[in-house]
């Protein structure tokens, strides 16, 4: 990992070792995470019996295989050895700055690996949307309300169907909220809006995709947008809205942590945060305008794709 990455991580550069080094196994992994738990040094046996209970795949594994993990984790300093006064000639792990500093980094890595899966998932399941369940086609009138961030806008699927015939884009439109940042999606219409007032003429568009933007926005604005949509959409037109699903917290605060509010993905407007939504509330919110009847509700776990019918 470059200086310039581990900083962004807010994690301080302990040594050229240090910053270089990440082939860490999940056993030491947990050592270091079990010792940073702890409220003092932890004795080898000790250590050995609790990774021993906590993962049967290692219950039978020889005590000697755990010492060659403690001396490894010695020599890359990432845990200091030593006796405790009355305990005779036991010796007790406890960890160093440098295996805080490599447990944290880990710990990123694995957040942040999470989060890209769950985007490469959405933009896997938006290819399919296109035509699949949005029944969208070439001649349709087409519009994305837009955090403006690439990995979250148009599927291939749906540029490639645009791309062919420059006149599309006279029917194709990237719908901007205040929030977004100064980008275009080529052969669209990018248009700034507000979210009780999108400068499109009513019964006009036949299909529309919301990308993570009720989240975006605070509950009246949130609420104003569906109505917004609702308007612009002509009888029949559909309506998919897509937001991130409610997961544990400490999975949650983390990204939201690591990612400085979701900002490295999604621009925000203000510091409010990345708001998540259970099925039952986004459906109860979509509902109020467009009646629950006329909702697909398609949990993809990190992700909610309410496709509304107007």
């Excluded at 403690?70 to 160093?96: H, M, N, P, Q």
């Excluded at 890595?109 to 769950?118: D, L, R």
């Excluded at 006009?204 to 995709?209: E, G, T, V």
Aim: charged letters at 25%.
């Amino acid at each position: 990992m470059s200086k310039k990455n581990t900083s962004s991580l807010g994690l301080e550069k302990i040594d050229d070792k240090t910053s270089t080094y990440f082939s860490i196994s999940w056993l030491e992994l947990e050592v270091l995470k079990i010792l940073t738990k702890s409220q003092k040094p932890v004795y080898k046996g000790e250590m050995i019996n609790r990774l021993k209970s906590q993962y049967f795949e290692i219950s039978t594994k020889p005590e000697s295989s755990f010492y060659a993990i403690f001396d490894r984790l010695e020599e890359d300093k990432l845990v200091a050895l030593s006796k405790i006064k009355g305990e005779g000639y036991k010796k007790f792990l406890s960890i160093t700055q440098e295996g805080m500093f490599e447990l944290r980094r880990a710990l990123n890595w694995g957040i942040s690996t999470i989060f890209e899966g769950m985007v490469e998932e959405l933009i896997s399941v938006l290819n399919e949307f296109c035509v699949g369940i949005m029944g969208c086609k070439k001649e349709n009138d087409f519009g994305i309300i837009s955090p403006n961030n690439p990995e979250f806008l148009v599927p291939e699927s749906c540029n490639a169907c645009v791309k062919p015939v420059a006149a599309n884009l006279f029917h194709r439109f990237n719908i901007l909220m205040p929030y977004s940042k100064d980008m275009v999606i080529p052969y669209y219409q990018n248009i700034m809006a507000q979210p009780d007032n999108i400068p499109l003429k009513s019964n006009y568009l036949q299909r529309m995709m919301s990308i993570l933007s009720l989240g975006l926005l605070e509950g009246k604005q949130a609420n104003d947008l569906i109505a917004e949509v609702y308007r612009i959409l002509e009888p029949g037109g559909k309506v998919v809205f897509i937001e991130i699903v409610e997961f544990e917290s400490y999975l949650y605060e983390s990204l939201n942590k690591l990612t400085h509010g979701f900002d490295l993905f999604i621009p925000k407007k203000g510091t409010s945060s990345l708001t998540q939504f259970s099925p039952k509330l986004l459906k109860e919110k979509i509902g109020r305008v467009f009646a629950e009847e006329n909702l697909e509700i398609i949990d993809m776990r990190e992700f909610i794709f309410v496709v509304a019918t107007k």
